[in-house]
């Protein structure tokens, strides 16, 4: 009774909340509100991590014998060199790595969720003057901003952060493999393959959001399984705190409520009856307020779509090529893809194989009906990341049955040497895949390289104008938006040239290059208003980046 008022009473403030403020309203509440939230949710996960530290150990050391143990470390360590040395650290989704490193930083040095619009450095302190919320949940931002806090504002330190969550997943994914199908060895193929799949690798060398909200989730189900291991209200806890933080990665993660609710309704159908299983749905909630706010508040975001985002429209387009793209073998290890679906169709296990089937499923439908959601266009594969961990649990599973079969067929020394030997051909075959930077954003790439070099030309106390201010923040110089000068002359005139005077600098970027009026309309508005002076340029493939020096008042 006290739960049902709790959830109700958390319910109409929270609908009283959206219908007093507009969504606009709400952005701005939610810049100092996500990063509170956030501290709270990752305090509660220490927390119940820190209560829950024996028990889990225990039934972590018991895992495997030592020899898996070791071959799950050098698992480990073959994902994390996969990453770290043979993938290119880039930048894959152009700007939005950007825009994470931004609000990162603002998050590191000021607790704000938002991006700065006119970001200023001033002795290693940072301030945002023009600040803006994104759309895009915060998590991944914030885990980002704790690496910030401890070891300094880098895109290095991004680029290991990621990095080092590869192999922390594929750690997970063994875990999960070896609990969920009873066999340290389906563990063990699950998380070899995992770490060999190439788009795992190639995006878990960028700074995408995907890769650790894939991370993350494979975590929450880790100690989802730990729960139904130990049923005490310190475990339930910690499963509540992890799917708190592993949900505000995407708001797709929110799907995978279905998944935790198949496994109580299956497993532990007697919680489902216990007053504790509702107090902490309601704590699940509360913690996820701001999370929530922020779904309500970005609900009309078109997301890049010209129409509608999510249609029965693309759904069979998407159907047929996010099919394809697990057996046309360009993309996707064929051998894999097949001993997923043996693992699936091997008979016995049926919970855990209904549990690890839906994970796939609500991780791999939902992109169904997005507009963007075909893997074949580019950038658009990293969805597909979220469905990589389930897949390569079933092909785990695959692999560990036909070994165990094919020993009473053939010398038992021989079926594991077998298997083994055509899961390292698919890593020989597909290493020339994993060191491709790819085409796609290939001008997004190239003005970002350019940037790099001019922010070096750069003096401490002089500002960029651009239209992708993040950059130059993180590379610790003064930026802001070009389009000040349009759209907010005042701004521009009163505040920005006084400080600066003669040190203001226009970036000629990527989106002076297009063929979008009002983009280009800010770069030509600078150039055409003030006398400029040429400080360097590059020329890549056609496209003109080049970084002047705005000279003295304006002309015209």
Request: aromatic share 16%; with cysteine.
């Amino acid at each position: 009774m006290g739960v049902g008022a709790g959830l109700a009473a958390w319910g109409a403030v929270l609908i009283g909340w959206m219908n007093v403020y507009s969504p606009m309203e709400i952005r701005r509440q939610l810049i100092p509100l996500c990063p509170i939230f956030l501290w709270i949710g990752v305090a509660c996960l220490a927390y119940t991590l820190c209560l829950n530290f024996a028990p889990l150990w225990k039934i972590i050391r018991e895992s495997g014998t030592r020899r898996q143990w070791l071959t799950a470390a050098v698992i480990c360590l073959l994902a994390f060199l996969l990453v770290h040395d043979v993938a290119p650290r880039t930048h894959r989704l152009f700007y939005d790595e950007d825009i994470y490193e931004a609000i990162a930083l603002n998050m590191a040095k000021n607790n704000q969720a938002a991006m700065s619009n006119d970001g200023r450095w001033d002795y290693g302190h940072f301030q945002g003057k023009i600040l803006e919320f994104n759309k895009q949940p915060n998590a991944w931002p914030f885990v980002m901003s704790l690496a910030y806090r401890i070891f300094g504002i880098s895109e290095k330190v991004g680029f290991n952060l990621s990095n080092v969550l590869f192999a922390v997943a594929v750690m997970c994914v063994f875990l999960v493999g070896g609990w969920l199908f009873e066999s340290p060895w389906a563990g063990l193929f699950a998380a070899y393959m995992y770490a060999c799949i190439p788009n795992n690798v190639r995006w878990f060398s960028s700074m995408d959001g995907d890769p650790p909200t894939a991370c993350f989730t494979v975590l929450a189900v880790l100690l989802t399984l730990f729960f139904f291991r130990s049923r005490t209200k310190a475990a339930l806890f910690l499963c509540v705190s992890a799917w708190v933080f592993a949900a505000q990665f995407r708001f797709e993660v929110l799907l995978l409520g279905l998944l935790v609710f198949a496994m109580f309704y299956v497993e532990g159908w007697d919680e489902l009856k216990t007053p504790r299983v509702y107090a902490f749905l309601l704590l699940f909630f509360v913690l996820l307020s701001a999370h929530l706010l922020q779904l309500y508040a970005v609900r009309d975001e078109s997301w890049g779509a010209r129409g509608n985002k999510l249609s029965l429209d693309y759904f069979f387009q998407n159907l047929k090529t996010n099919t394809v793209y697990y057996f046309n073998r360009k993309e996707f290890p064929l051998p894999f893809s097949l001993l997923a679906v043996a693992g699936l169709g091997w008979p016995g296990q049926w919970k855990v194989k209904l549990y690890t089937a839906l994970w796939f499923l609500l991780s791999w439908a939902i992109f169904l009906f997005f507009y963007a959601g075909g893997y074949q266009f580019g950038v658009d594969v990293r969805f597909s990341i979220m469905s990589m961990a389930p897949l390569a649990l079933l092909a785990g599973r695959g692999a560990d049955r036909l070994v165990s079969a094919g020993r009473r067929w053939f010398r038992a020394a021989y079926v594991p040497l077998a298997m083994g030997m055509v899961l390292i051909a698919e890593l020989l075959f597909y290493l020339p895949s994993m060191r491709a930077v790819g085409r796609e954003t290939w001008q997004c790439r190239d003005d970002h390289r350019a940037a790099e070099y001019f922010a070096s030309l750069v003096p401490d106390d002089g500002i960029v104008m651009t239209h992708n201010p993040n950059m130059f923040q993180i590379f610790g110089k003064n930026a802001a938006q070009m389009s000040l000068f349009t759209e907010h002359s005042d701004y521009a005139l009163h505040v920005i040239k006084p400080q600066f005077q003669d040190k203001i600098y226009l970036h000629w970027n990527y989106w002076c290059n297009t063929q979008d009026p009002v983009q280009v309309r800010f770069c030509t508005n600078m150039i055409d208003s003030y006398e400029t002076q040429l400080v360097a340029e590059r020329v890549v493939g056609g496209a003109r980046y080049a970084l002047y020096r705005v000279l003295g008042d304006r002309i015209r």
